[in-house]
């Protein structure tokens, strides 16, 4: 049965170019793939021309929590919005399809203007800083895992002050959303965030000094857009474990194998191969079989 979805995959990279590799042939040429390189990184533009389907760009320095990400991201989104693509999903390099590329494209045909997504509207019951508010009203520094310098005790002595007086950053009036970084969005949605984004430049700008920006900015323009009722805002189709440790999310290994494949996600994250590379050539082995 010919594909009637042109489905754009957002990969998001910076290291381990040989699991990149494995992970890029797993999924063409059933999908259009799009590649971020993070600017820091020693992995060269070209590591991926020979693969099908594959465009590659290297643009951002990206840092944990920093709006760089959110930018590399729309980058993404708007390489695949004009290369016609119907569906979108970002990942990054250490993750995993773990179903069968027919299996998803079938699941996303059913419904392709259905969003899956991990979202809930600011402040929640599960956050730190004020149930993720915080992250927003405050004044955050780009590199918060980076080396401590005096820029980033200013920030820290600045954010002390905004407690301490009721300071908070002006936002842009709207409902906002926090959950995961991974989405899975149809193509009105993504037209909608490029379209509202190049008009409203002042809503990606006040980002900069956003905590994780990109587990904000995304899911505030969906749940905002007219696409709300077309969201599963409970299941992002990725299987992540948060609890066991010891790592947050736990790097996976063989011992999760069984719960990977049972789930009925389209993706698991993490893997890395220093720490268990068995687990992934047992996924890629029999996935399809």
């Not at 936002?171 to 926090?178: C, E, H, Q, R």
């Not at 194998?257 to 994250?269: E, G, L, N, P, W």
Request: aromatic share 12%.
């Amino acid at each position: 049965m010919e594909q009637k979805t042109k489905i754009g995959i957002l990969l998001l990279i910076h290291n381990n170019l040989d699991e990149v590799k494995q992970l890029v042939d797993s999924m063409t040429p059933d999908f259009n793939i799009f590649v971020h390189i993070d600017a820091k990184s020693n992995i060269p533009e070209d590591c991926l021309a020979d693969k099908s389907n594959v465009q590659v760009i290297k643009r951002y320095e990206i840092r944990w929590g920093d709006v760089q990400m959110t930018r590399a991201t729309l980058d993404l989104l708007k390489m695949a919005y004009e290369q016609s693509c119907d569906y979108f999903m970002l990942i990054s390099g250490a993750d995993l399809l773990i179903r069968p590329c027919k299996d998803i494209i079938a699941e996303i045909e059913k419904n392709p203007e259905l969003n899956y997504v991990d979202c809930e509207e600011l402040p929640r019951k599960d956050l730190p800083l004020g149930g993720g508010m915080e992250r927003l009203t405050l004044f955050w520094e780009s590199d918060f895992f980076g080396k401590r310098n005096f820029y980033n005790l200013l920030c820290g002595l600045f954010r002390k002050f905004q407690r301490l007086t009721g300071l908070k950053r002006k936002l842009i009036p709207m409902k906002y959303y926090g959950g995961g970084q991974w989405f899975n969005f149809s193509r009105e949605v993504v037209k909608h965030i490029l379209d509202f984004t190049a008009a409203n430049p002042a809503f990606l700008q006040q980002f900069k000094n956003t905590r994780n920006a990109d587990e904000i900015f995304f899911l505030t323009l969906l749940m905002n857009s007219p696409y709300a009722s077309k969201v599963n805002n409970k299941d992002d189709k990725r299987y992540i474990d948060w609890a066991t440790g010891p790592e947050f999310p736990r790097t996976l290994r063989m011992e999760d194998y069984d719960k990977i494949v049972a789930s009925d996600d389209f993706f698991a994250r993490k893997f890395d191969p220093k720490t268990d590379a068995k687990v992934i050539q047992k996924i890629l082995k029999n996935r399809d079989s």
